[in-house]
């Protein structure tokens, strides 16, 4: 058997495509991810990536075993969580996604657990693009429509607003501004931007000065508090995660 860590590396880095972002997945360093999985390969005897400056490419054989592994390691998570279901006393499984998950639902866990502390809560990675698990209590969505079956119950409104850092917030005057500025997309919401400016009324094709994609809300997030450039975030996100840093308004 190859090395559970080596398999666990290539895994992570393949489905980012990245060395660095595994790393930061696994909590240990860009250079451990890339010797582990240097080592497996070195054991398998063919190569899993074609390695360029700014990119990783999985080679075929890359690509067949990242496909098992996912499977493999999502379907040994599910079995531990279905182990541990098995302790006495209630348990409440919410499936949300990671920016929801740290800006809204875990600021309010201290609070349930003094009314509820006999019940065990478990946060599960969900999302708008992941399916519904049998496993789980509950999910929190955006769109309800598409859980035919389901009982929804609405939590709260949300607005869509730019934010950024106060020092790029102080070059910023009108949505106009925004052209000469970097912005930050989130690839699972790539037309955020695009109704923002409609709303705005600037209905002109819109030509940012640069963009900067992100696979995430939380990574995008994370950009725009270091100053990267100007985000669109979910305004109760960012409002009720109490991030100083980020001016929660809109540039307008």
Not at 114 to 143: F, K, L, M, Q, Y
Request: include cysteine.
């Amino acid at each position: 058997m190859p090395s559970l860590n080596g398999l666990r590396a290539f895994e992570a880095a393949g489905r980012h495509g990245s060395f660095t972002a595994a790393a930061r997945e696994l909590n240990v360093t860009q250079t451990a991810v890339s010797r582990l999985v240097r080592l497996l390969e070195d054991r398998l005897g063919f190569a899993l990536f074609r390695r360029h400056a700014s990119a990783l490419e999985l080679t075929a054989q890359g690509q067949a075993l990242l496909l098992g592994l996912t499977d493999a390691f999502n379907s040994i998570g599910r079995l531990t969580e279905s182990v541990a279901a098995m302790r006495a006393g209630p348990v409440l499984t919410v499936g949300v996604g990671p920016t929801l998950a740290v800006a809204w639902l875990i600021p309010r866990l201290a609070n349930f657990y003094r009314s509820h502390p006999d019940i065990e809560v478990r946060v599960a990675t969900g999302g708008a693009t992941r399916a519904v698990r049998d496993d789980w209590t509950c999910t929190i969505r955006r769109d309800t429509n598409a859980l035919p079956g389901h009982t929804a119950e609405h939590l709260f409104s949300s607005a869509v607003v730019p934010v950024c850092t106060p020092e790029l917030a102080s070059t910023l005057r009108s949505p106009d501004d925004l052209r000469n500025a970097t912005l930050i997309v989130a690839s699972n919401m790539p037309n955020e931007w695009p109704h923002w400016f409609a709303e705005a009324h600037l209905f002109s094709p819109l030509h940012p000065a640069g963009e900067v994609s992100f696979e995430s809300n939380a990574m995008a997030m994370q950009a725009a508090l270091d100053g990267v450039g100007v985000a669109i975030a979910q305004f109760p996100y960012v409002a009720l995660a109490k991030r100083a840093d980020i001016d929660g308004s809109p540039a307008s």
